[in-house]
């Protein structure tokens, strides 16, 4: 993975130089070319931070979560040949956790077994924006026991 974002990064590094190129050529069809490259660049390089952000903070709250406990326990549900949960256990394990989110939605863990019940149950949407609130609520209860 390191790798592959040195390279980019490198990439994005060659793109913003040609533009800075196109920028000083008196043609003005080069002028627009470069600073399409340099857009371009920053655009790559912005996405390849907010998914590896994205990444170090999933990892984080998973992390957190399994020290606390909060993990989901999937190892008793029926599986497919391929390893994936079956979908009448996915509902299940679901179900059950829908009642953790209704008894107390404000706190992160329970968001956070939300969005991977929903994840199993195959509702990835739903799933993304649970483990967004997830991450918003532990890292607001990190930063106030900090402060």
Known sequence: MTLVILGLLLAFGLLIAQGIAGLRSPEVTEKGFGIGLIVLALVGAWSIWVL??????????????????????TSGLERRPSGRIMPESADKL?????????????????Q??????????GDRARGREFMKKAVAGEAAERKASRG
């Not at 903070?57 to 326990?73: H, K, W």
């Not at 009642?99 to 329970?110: F, G, I, L, Q």
């Open 112 to 121: 956070y077994r939300l969005a991977r019940a929903y994840d199993h149950a």
């Open 52 to 73: 590896v952000r994205n990444g170090f903070e999933l990892q984080n709250i998973s992390a957190r979560a399994r020290a606390e406990g909060f993990e989901l326990d």
């Open 94 to 110: 679901f179900a059950d956790v829908s009642k953790e989110y209704e008894a107390n939605p404000e706190d992160w863990r329970v």
